[in-house]
């Protein structure tokens, strides 16, 4: 699991099946506290994520289309984390997927392991 402590390291199973679920939670709609709980572990991720991406961002070049990428999703993404749904199902597994649509943008940006 994710957690807001920048010395963890991410994830990326736990991330890919948190994003999985979020899909499952848009098609299937399931009770607003089901999916608060959900809500919850992909907000961790993208946390960590802009984190990293900030990080990343600082240290491309000035002007550079690398950089100028991951400001763009570092935006997105902070947009969808302010977005506050409304209490119904419908609400609540639509903001599931913004955040999924926020993380698959900056996870992209993941280093592969070596």
């Given at each position: 699991?994710?957690?807001?402590?920048?010395?963890?390291?991410?994830?990326?199973?736990?991330?890919?099946?948190d994003m999985s679920q979020a899909?499952?939670?848009?098609?299937?709609?399931?009770?607003?506290?089901?999916t608060a709980r959900l809500t919850?572990?992909?907000?961790?991720?993208?946390?960590?994520?802009?984190?990293?991406?900030?990080?990343?961002?600082?240290?491309?070049?000035?002007?550079?289309?690398?950089?100028?990428?991951?400001?763009?999703?570092?935006?997105?993404?902070?947009?969808?984390?302010?977005?506050?749904?409304?209490?119904?199902?419908?609400?609540?597994?639509?903001?599931?997927?913004?955040?999924?649509?926020?993380?698959?943008?900056?996870?992209?940006?993941?280093?592969?392991?070596?």
């Amino acid at each position: 699991m994710i957690t807001s402590h920048s010395h963890r390291r991410l994830d990326r199973d736990q991330i890919r099946a948190d994003m999985s679920q979020a899909v499952d939670a848009y098609v299937q709609i399931p009770p607003a506290r089901e999916t608060a709980r959900l809500t919850t572990r992909l907000t961790r991720h993208l946390t960590s994520l802009i984190r990293m991406t900030e990080r990343q961002a600082a240290a491309c070049a000035p002007g550079s289309v690398d950089r100028f990428m991951r400001q763009a999703s570092l935006e997105r993404a902070r947009a969808a984390l302010a977005e506050r749904p409304e209490r119904d199902p419908q609400s609540a597994a639509a903001h599931v997927l913004t955040l999924y649509w926020a993380l698959l943008q900056l996870v992209d940006y993941l280093r592969e392991p070596t």
